[in-house]
């Protein structure tokens, strides 16, 4: 158990849609991490926040935003969904944003986009 | 295109022999990191490497950092099917304004008895 709570584990939905997804970070990280894992493509970074602050940005889609919240939790808003869309989304956390700090991940959310 | 180019994508292989996972960029990183994900679950830090050349040994496996600090690799000495997973080597960049951790596509390995 890495200590970072991602809800939902799955999610079905139709095109056009628009989901949330949340995470919970390890007790005491105050950076959130988010990724999307597809079979073709790994896993792709799409933002990353500190402290309630964005503080690096990926290949995000327009359609797609984040935030963090004063109590550190994250939500990742996908909207206008497409078939693409469906992957594994990863919430990931860690103490810092420094040169070597292991990330940690949650379980991830599964969106499967019908 | 990926930042960072993982080889092989795939490899199958029989319990007891040794194999070496590539990754290997055209960019400099501050950092290398090494992660296994295993089905259903989210990746799990193995190693950091920071040296250009530096060497890491964890058990049956050993990782080396580039002397430029643009590849690494993964060697696995006599293969156990509990190191069945997906390899994914992160390296650590600043770029476009961010300090960045970007993910290789990741080598998925399957050992068997």
């Known amino acids: 158990d890495s200590g970072v709570t991602q809800t939902p584990k799955h999610l079905i939905t139709a095109t056009g849609q628009r989901v949330t997804l949340r995470c919970s970070p390890r007790s005491g990280d105050l950076s959130v991490y988010w990724y999307q894992q597809s079979l073709d493509q790994g896993l792709q970074f799409l933002i990353q926040y500190y402290n309630g602050e964005e503080r690096a940005k990926g290949n995000i889609l327009e359609r797609f935003s984040a935030q963090q919240f004063p109590d550190l939790h994250s939500e990742l808003n996908l909207s206008s969904l497409e078939l693409g869309d469906s992957a594994l989304y990863f919430c990931?956390?860690?103490?810092?944003?420094?040169?070597?700090?292991?990330?940690?991940f949650g379980e991830g959310s599964r969106l499967t986009v019908l | 295109t990926q930042l960072l180019e993982q080889s092989p994508q795939f490899l199958s292989i029989q319990e007891g022999e040794n194999l070496t996972v590539y990754c290997n960029s055209s960019s400099v990183f501050s950092s290398l990191q090494w992660y296994r994900q295993e089905p259903g679950e989210g990746p799990v830090l193995l190693v950091t490497v920071v040296t250009g050349g530096e060497v890491k040994k964890l058990k049956r496996l050993t990782f080396q950092f580039g002397d430029a600090r643009k590849d690494s690799s993964l060697h696995i000495t006599a293969a156990q099917p509990g190191d069945t997973g997906l390899y994914l080597c992160?390296?650590?960049?600043?770029?476009?304004?961010?300090?960045?951790?970007?993910f290789g596509a990741g080598t998925r390995l399957a050992v068997h008895p």
């Open positions: 990931a956390s860690s103490v810092f944003f420094g040169a070597s700090g292991e990330l940690f």
């Open positions: 992160a390296g650590r960049l600043f770029s476009g304004g961010y300090n960045k951790l970007i």
